[in-house]
């Protein structure tokens, strides 16, 4: 039978596409190495887990549409940590960052509307788009230039009647560039020159490196009816499968017309959403350890990664990923070469193909996503059997003789 026009023209995640080839690995006795995904392999806090725990309702009732009044009461100090200022009523609870975003595509724009937005970027953004009848207009960053923000003159080209925001993420999957204030700051102006969005997903904020401060979309109270942030607690809480995320912004008739999405849904998590609520009476100590513990693993895989010949890839300055070129014809052949055909010593590595994370056609097609999660021992035998990959695939696929 025929599916919809609408879900065929939807593409696979590229980031899980791939997972058939990883479980006929697994079955044959071969530890993947999953550099593919963001799936951290941080403890989640113990406050999130004993809150779980000791959860004592006896009925799981549905709760308030636009999130527990707790929870919201909490993001309110934790950003005020920042020295932001919102209220409860600037925040609405949403079923992980992923339906912020796509409530904020569904809130804003009619069919066949316009957002821009730097490429690479994190590839799910397309699927919310589709669902919304959304168009994203590319503006491509290079690693030539270590994935910098393209200029504001790129970005005003790609401007028309149609066109309804900006996003971002910031830092920026799957590249790990931190977006500066003055380049905030640049787009905001634009912004407000033709009235539009500026929409910043949030999720890494914890995560920049070498000293690098964070600018939030929030610290700019002059362009507060146009700002509007995308926040979870997956990753700056290692709460991935809790699915608790936020809309964040000063602009009361977007929040009250998103509203209207959040109750036909009904309402966000109830058990999680009591997790999330914990988890931010984590010491502060919590995610600075992690970050810190991030940085060692950037460095230790950037520094291995840098060794294989071939391979080109720059140091990301936040998250946890970035994006790698490799010496191969096709990235998505050999990412199922290294599931289907090679192992070492047992192992082998996933990656994540990074055309999907594109939507100009035909570009990245020779670079992959490298998610630096893992402990520091997977993360070099992720690197090992990537090299050694390499150096097979290149002779046996592409008859190269390096």
């Known amino acids: 039978m025929q599916m919809s026009n609408r879900i065929s023209g939807f593409q696979c995640s590229p980031i899980r596409r791939l997972v058939p080839y990883s479980r006929d690995a697994v079955e044959k006795g071969i530890h993947v190495v999953h550099l593919n995904i ?31 009044v707790s929870l919201r009461r909490g993001l309110v100090r934790y950003y005020a940590k920042y020295g932001i200022k919102v209220s409860q009523d600037d925040i609405m609870i949403t079923t992980g960052g992923s339906e912020a975003i796509q409530f904020v595509f569904m809130t804003l724009c009619d069919p066949f509307d316009e957002f821009i937005i730097p490429e690479p970027y994190y590839t799910n953004v ?66 407000r020159k033709y009235d539009i969005f500026l929409v910043v997903d949030e999720v890494y904020r914890e995560f920049c490196y070498d000293g690098k401060s964070f600018t939030s979309i929030l610290s700019f109270p002059e362009y507060q009816d ?106 998505e052949k050999f ?17 994540a193909p990074a055309e999907g994370f594109y939507v100009t056609p035909g570009l990245g097609k020779q670079q992959a996503r490298i998610a630096y999660v893992l402990n520091e021992k997977e993360l070099l035998m992720g690197a090992e059997c990537l090299e050694r990959g390499l150096k097979v695939y290149r002779r046996e696929v592409m008859g190269i003789r390096d």
């Open 38 to 68: 963001g799936q951290p392999d941080i403890k989640t806090p113990k406050e999130a887990l004993e809150a779980i725990h000791s959860y004592d309702k006896d009925i799981i009732e549905y709760g308030i549409s636009e999130g527990e």
């Open 226 to 331: 146009r700002v509007i942030c995308i926040d979870s607690f997956s990753k700056r809480f290692s709460m991935c499968g809790a699915r608790v995320g936020a809309i964040v912004t000063h602009n009361r008739d977007v929040l009250e017309s998103a509203l209207k999405l959040a109750q036909a849904r009904l309402c966000p998590p109830a058990v999680e959403q009591v997790a999330a609520a914990a988890a931010l009476n984590a010491p502060d100590e919590y995610v600075e350890d992690v970050r810190e513990e991030y940085e060692h693993r950037r460095n230790v895989m950037i520094s291995r990664m840098q060794r294989i010949p071939g391979v080109r890839c720059s140091l990301p300055k936040g998250a946890f990923y970035f994006v790698v070129d490799l010496p191969v014809d096709d990235a």
């Open 335 to 351: 990412a199922i070469f290294m599931l289907r055909d090679f192992s070492y010593e047992g192992c082998t590595t996933m990656i």
């Open 126 to 191: 397309a699927t919310f788009a589709n669902i919304a009848m959304v168009t994203l207009r590319p503006v491509t960053s290079s690693s030539d230039d270590n994935f910098a923000l393209p200029s504001i003159q790129e970005f005003e080209k790609r401007i028309n009647k149609k066109t309804m925001g900006i996003m971002l993420c910031s830092p920026n999957n799957p590249t790990g560039h931190v977006y500066t204030q003055e380049e905030l700051r640049g787009l905001l102006e634009l912004c």
